[in-house]
């Protein structure tokens, strides 16, 4: 008799525990699904943020190429630069630049007081025009010349300035 008791007791040990082992499974099944149900939440909150970030980035790019086309009126990116580019030079823009840097001498005003004059700002307006700045550190100006490839080096003419 203490044997079946015994038995018996120990059946119903194995049943609680087999019970208890059930309940925690299903209290974490259910913390999952409700974890899971709150991932997917953020989820398509995530998506619908990214979404409106894309369609708000594809309206300011819309309005950059059209700032961008007003700014640049006279320069067609297309064309400007192709003939330097097909001699091998990989970056015209700079280049065009740089050769004008490199020469002083074009300014039309000289220095005062001890001054030289130098190129502080260079902009392109066209494939063969650009506006230069220039200074001395007492006198400044800005002088307009067209620019031609000729023989590899580029020449630059001097078309109208003012001293300001």
Request: net charge positive.
């Amino acid at each position: 008799m203490v044997k079946g008791t015994m038995f018996t007791s120990l059946k119903r040990h194995t049943m609680k525990i087999s019970l208890l082992f059930l309940l925690i499974l299903l209290l974490f099944g259910c913390n999952r699904k409700a974890e899971k149900a709150q991932l997917m939440s953020k989820i398509e909150a995530l998506t619908s943020q990214k979404d409106s970030l894309a369609k708000l980035n594809n309206q300011l790019e819309m309005r950059l190429d059209s700032i961008t086309k007003e700014a640049n009126f006279w320069r067609d990116n297309q064309i400007e630069g192709k003939e330097l580019s097909a001699i091998g030079i990989k970056n015209p823009r700079e280049f065009i630049i740089q050769s004008l840097l490199k020469k002083p001498e074009l300014i039309p005003e000289k220095g005062i007081l001890g001054g030289q004059m130098k190129f502080m700002e260079v902009k392109l307006l066209d494939k063969e025009c650009l506006i230069a700045y220039y200074e001395d550190g007492h006198t400044s100006g800005r002088a307009i010349y067209n620019y031609k490839l000729n023989n590899g080096q580029l020449e630059f003419k001097l078309i109208a300035s003012y001293v300001e």
